[in-house]
C-alpha cells in the first residue's frame, strides 16, 4: 500500500484515531477531531486534559491503564468524555503503546461514540477496572489476581455496582452498561 493511501485510510477511518507522546497530541484523524468537536489543527501539539472535564479527571485516568499497557501493550475501557462546547458523551477507548516499558512515550488512541446519553451513575477508577475485566468474561478470582486484589473485595465491588445500577447479575450490569435489553 503506498503512503498516500495508508493516510487516506488514517485520515478517513470511521473512528476517532490519535498519536500521542506523553500524553500531548501529535496526529489524529478526522474522525477524533470531529467527535470531539475541533478542527485538527486546534488539536495539534495539545495535552489531552483539554478533553478531560476535570485535571483530577484527567490525572486519574491516566493511571488505570498502565498496569495492562506494561504487560499487554493493550488496555480499552468505556468512559466520558466531553466535547469542545462541554457537552458530554460517552465512548469506548482503546489504546495500544508502541514503547511498553514506558506506556505513555507514545501511543496510538482510539475513541469511539457510544452514546450522547451519559449514564446516570459514574464509576469509579476499581469500579471500571472490575467492569472491564466482567466484559471479558473473567470471574471474581481472576479479577482479584489480575488486579492483586482479594476475591472478597472483587465481590464487595460487584455488589455495590450491582446495587447501583439496580440489577441481578453481571450480565444484567453489562446489558445494562451497553445500552441493551437483556
Known amino acids: 500500500m503506498s503512503h498516500d493511501l495508508a493516510m487516506l485510510a488514517f ?76 457537552a458530554p458523551f460517552w465512548c469506548r477507548f482503546r489504546a495500544r503503546t508502541l514503547t511498553r516499558d514506558d506506556p505513555l512515550q507514545r501511543t496510538v488512541l482510539s475513541f469511539a461514540k457510544i452514546s450522547d446519553a451519559v449514564p446516570k451513575v459514574q464509576l469509579t477508577p476499581r469500579e471500571r477496572q472490575i467492569v472491564l475485566q466482567l466484559s471479558k468474561g473473567q470471574t471474581s478470582k481472576q479479577i482479584a489476581r489480575s488486579l492483586n486484589l482479594s476475591p472478597r473485595t472483587i465481590e464487595d465491588v460487584r455488589s455495590r455496582l450491582l446495587k447501583k445500577f439496580g440489577v441481578r447479575n453481571a450480565a444484567e450490569l453489562l446489558a445494562h452498561m451497553t445500552g441493551l435489553d437483556v
Open 11 to 86: 485520515d478517513e477511518a470511521p473512528i476517532g484515531i490519535v498519536l500521542t507522546e506523553r500524553r500531548i497530541i501529535k496526529s489524529c484523524n478526522i474522525s477524533f477531531a470531529a467527535l470531539f468537536g475541533y478542527d485538527r489543527a486546534d488539536l495539534i501539539d495539545q495535552s489531552f486534559r483539554m478533553l478531560y472535564s476535570t485535571r483530577r479527571e484527567f490525572e486519574a485516568i491516566r493511571d488505570i491503564g498502565l498496569k495492562p499497557l506494561q504487560e499487554q501493550g493493550i488496555y480499552s475501557d468505556e468512559r466520558i468524555m466531553k466535547r469542545r462546547d462541554g
